[in-house]
């Protein structure tokens, strides 16, 4: 019952925040446009057309093509509705694998104490020494190109964060007498992290994973931009960019602006959510706005 | 004092050594042979064992690090596979090239953040507060790499105002001495290359300065409300001091700590930054050299590189930790 009223006073929240609804909603638009790519998407993402080859969109008159076309003919408003459901998945996916190995090193360091935790804090430490985005760089060099290997790469770069803060919510909890009395009456270790540590470190991942997402979302932007992720001729917005970046001298700027647009607006929306998903949770940022 | 930063460079040592053997397993568990890499697709496999003795492959793993690692700790990181140049000559080359980036990056945005944020917090709730906050978070949401080119798309092609990338153009000579151009052309009292080194720092730092400005801002600004709502703040003000001194004086360097501890941080997204900054603005740095080495899977520069960023981000952390005491009297390092 506990658990419920804790709940809907998030939700209750969370509502009265504007900016967070506008994040909501943003997310929403974007995860229908992923949904429904097939039936929104006037043209084939992939389908070129070289003689209509960078052809300017409504701002010129063009009606067949509301956002222009790329540099092999495509339809760039095609491509960037195709591309939502590349982006989302990954970031989504990219946090799930960081959340995975996180909360698990997390949960284990916290619960287990002595050299278990040395080892692992000290490898999260080390982890930090390093930008993420270098650290994305190197594990892709070496697992090779591609959007799969991307999303592995981005989700080990989160995962010390992850890690850190999870580890801190289980030493609170590895004192409660709970806990004490889950050991006591001889529960095994796994099953008292798994039944009674790991609900009660729940919210701070829910919150950090939801503020992830939206960087998961730029990071593999920015491999997709590297040549590193989604390889062409994938509609993914970051590779769209790369794709199309020699030819902004032509004065072609659409096809620079609007997938870079896409990126912004989806990141946006996470941070904006997560932004206000953070203060609903925590009860002592409530009573002071 | 002194032990402490003794203690920090032993640990700073540690750290490096640890990266550089997680670097150099990740390298070698790579797909892929790079002897085939360097001899070519096409080489005979009388070339191809001559390339991995050569290089030294032929050997277990753990002999290859322990002569990689004598070698490294006399500051020889091998090297290039493609180029054949020394992997640390080319670092110290390319980073006065990255370091001019970063440094004008950093001053865009403290001159910008820190007033903004300061401004933000003296006038909470007012349009401004509200103004910044809104940039700050369009600011973080973009992606460092699409605002680069947004800006070479308008202020380099469509105005014609700044150069559309490298670090100098092509008709300006300046003779390098100690590679950091605007020093160099200062030395020499070449004024026309010192003005064309600023042109073309001003975009890729914008792009590069955002999002640690936007950071700045909010840490600012949150720091700065921590302290004004404290009682000596109010003691300042009903003692009758101007308001601009219990800013200045008071608030701002209580403030400042928590606006320094991530400005360690800071550089170390800079860093990563630097890389897609530098891909955009074809910037001859040590972010463009990672890339192509990671390309063309050039295992020598990609180790070499990656501890010497490590080591990088550790020197300024140690350095930001140090500076501590100057602004804080209160810290005492034993």
């Known amino acids: 019952m506990q658990e419920h009223t804790e709940f809907y006073d998030t939700m209750r929240f969370l509502k009265k925040n504007k900016a967070a609804m506008a994040g909501l909603i943003i997310i929403i638009i974007f995860v229908l446009m992923a949904i429904f790519a097939k039936q929104i998407s006037p043209q084939n993402p992939l389908a070129q057309s070289l003689k209509d080859n960078l052809k300017p969109g409504f701002w010129a008159g063009g009606h067949s093509h509301l956002l222009g076309t790329d540099e092999f003919g495509r339809d760039l408003f095609s491509r960037i509705i195709y591309g939502s459901r590349i982006s989302l998945t990954v970031g989504f996916i990219a946090v799930l694998i960081g959340i995975l190995i996180g909360a698990t090193a997390g949960i284990v360091a916290g619960f287990f104490g002595g050299w278990v935790d040395d080892v692992i804090m000290r490898t999260v430490d080390i982890m930090f020494s390093l930008p993420s985005i270098l650290l994305a760089i190197v594990i892709v060099a070496i697992l090779g190109r591609g959007l799969d290997k991307a999303m592995i790469a981005i989700g080990i770069t989160y995962a010390p964060q992850i890690a850190r803060i999870v580890r801190s919510e289980t030493l609170k909890v590895t004192n409660t007498e709970y806990i004490e009395g889950a050991k006591a009456i001889g529960s095994p270790s796994f099953r008292t992290m798994w039944i009674h540590v790991l609900p009660n470190v729940m919210s701070p991942i829910i919150v950090y994973g939801t503020l992830s997402i939206g960087s998961a979302i730029l990071d593999a932007a920015a491999l997709g931009f590297l040549g590193l992720g989604a390889q062409p001729p994938t509609p993914e917005w970051g590779a769209m960019l790369a794709d199309s970046f020699h030819s902004i001298t032509g004065g072609y700027w659409w096809v620079e602006t609007f997938p870079g647009i896409a990126i912004a607006l989806t990141v946006l929306g996470f941070n904006l959510l997560g932004d206000g998903l953070r203060d609903a949770i925590d009860p002592r940022l409530r009573n002071r706005q | ?334």
Not at chain 2, 3 to 20: D, G, Q, T
Not at chain 2, 41 to 57: D, F, Q
Not at chain 2, 197 to 212: D, E, R, V
Not at chain 2, 285 to 306: C, E, F, L, M
């Open chain 2, 1 to 334: 004092m002194r032990n402490y930063v003794m203690r920090r460079a032993l640990n700073l040592l540690f750290v490096l050594f640890i990266v550089s053997i997680l670097i150099f397993l990740l390298v070698r568990l790579a797909p892929g042979d790079p002897a085939r890499v360097m001899a070519g697709e096409h080489a005979s496999p009388e070339a191809l064992a001559a390339m991995r003795k050569e290089w030294g492959l032929d050997k277990p793993v753990i002999e290859q690090y322990i002569i990689w690692l004598s070698h490294a700790a006399r500051g020889d990181f091998g090297r290039s596979i493609q180029s054949h140049e020394s992997v640390l000559t080319e670092l110290l080359l390319r980073f006065p090239n990255t370091f001019e980036l970063s440094l004008f990056a950093m001053i865009f945005a403290v001159l910008i953040g820190l007033p903004a944020g300061i401004v933000s917090a003296v006038r909470r709730y007012s349009i401004f507060d509200y103004g910044s906050m809104v940039i700050a978070l369009f600011g973080v949401s973009m992606p460092v790499f699409w605002l680069g080119i947004m800006l070479l798309m308008i202020f380099g092609v469509k105005l014609d105002w700044l150069p559309i990338g490298g670090r100098l153009s092509v008709y300006t000579s300046l003779r390098p001495i100690t590679h950091f151009y605007l020093i160099d052309s200062l030395i020499e009292l070449n004024f026309p290359a010192f003005w064309d080194t600023i042109k073309h720092l001003i975009l890729p730092s914008i792009a590069l300065g955002t999002i640690p400005m936007a950071f700045i801002a909010r840490i600012t600004r949150s720091s700065m409300l921590d302290v004004l709502h404290q009682d000596y703040i109010r003691t300042a003000r009903s003692k009758g001091l101007n308001e601009n001194i219990v800013i200045r004086k008071h608030a701002l360097r209580n403030a400042l700590i928590p606006i320094l501890t991530a400005a360690g941080t800071e550089f170390a997204l800079l860093m990563g930054g630097a890389i897609l900054t530098e891909t955009v603005f074809s910037w001859p740095g040590i972010g463009t050299y990672i890339i192509q080495a990671v390309n063309a899977r050039d295992y020598p520069v990609v180790q070499g590189s990656v501890i010497f960023v490590a080591f990088l981000i550790a020197i300024v952390n140690l350095l930001v930790d140090l500076t501590y005491a100057y602004i804080d009297p209160r810290i005492h390092y034993k």
